[in-house]
């Protein structure tokens, strides 16, 4: 199933569920984020990918430009563990990059701001074993321009929705990297972005795998 059909039944499944204020107040709120342009200072193609190193579920430190000494790298920035969303792109990876007697084109990282210890709890209750990497504090997301601060007035609803911040996150800044993917290529350039300030909309591996094959 393509992604873009799961994301929307998702959507679908909460429009079911959640209260109408609920759902309006969400709907104004993701209206302003996008007038508000908050993607605008994003990296993207043609741009060089900063170098870093964060530590993995496994408490391992993983660095993007080791990694490219042996092929490029697909990053996915993603919000946390908490948004369905997200969870929903991981597992699409998961399903489509992790794979017995399938040749890999590239390393895969998914990078979010939560404490490792959640993230490997993602990994245990969905079965996820790809590299999820800790970014504290936003310090990467911010390198590649995709960070912002959550408005006061939403904050109490995420809280109750499931999403306390503080408490996924360590911190108390209410910040949040856009959901961003990226291919890098091996000389360190990015060769594919998709930056989307509208959190319920990713892009499918069919896109990647397209630019993976013809790099």
């Known amino acids: 199933m393509k992604l873009i059909k799961e994301l929307t039944e998702i959507q679908h499944s909460m429009a079911t569920q959640l209260p109408a204020d609920v759902l309006n107040i969400m709907s104004s709120s993701l209206s302003e984020m996008l007038s508000q342009k908050l993607d605008i200072n994003a990296l993207t193609c043609g741009d ?28 996915s920035f993603f919000r946390g563990s908490w948004c369905p969303f997200c969870l929903k792109e991981l597992e699409h990876y998961q399903k489509n990059l992790v794979t017995e007697n399938k040749s890999i084109l590239a390393h895969f990282l998914a990078i979010s701001p939560q404490k490792t210890e959640i993230s490997s709890q993602l990994c245990q209750n969905n079965n996820i074993s790809l590299t999820i990497l800790s970014d504290q504090g936003n310090e990467i997301a911010k390198k590649y321009g995709l960070v912002f601060t959550l408005p006061n007035n939403i904050r109490p609803l995420y809280k109750n929705l499931g999403a306390d911040l503080p408490d996924f996150n360590g911190d108390n800044n209410y910040q949040l990297p856009i959901p961003a993917t990226y291919i890098i290529d091996q000389n360190k350039k990015i060769i594919f972005s998709y930056i989307n300030v509208n959190y319920m909309e990713r892009v499918d591996i069919s896109e990647l795998q397209n630019v993976l094959q013809n790099y």
């Open 48 to 75: 060089t990918a900063p170098d870093f190193t964060l530590k993995s579920t496994n408490q391992s430190n993983v660095n993007l430009y080791e990694l490219l000494k042996t092929k490029p790298v697909i990053i």
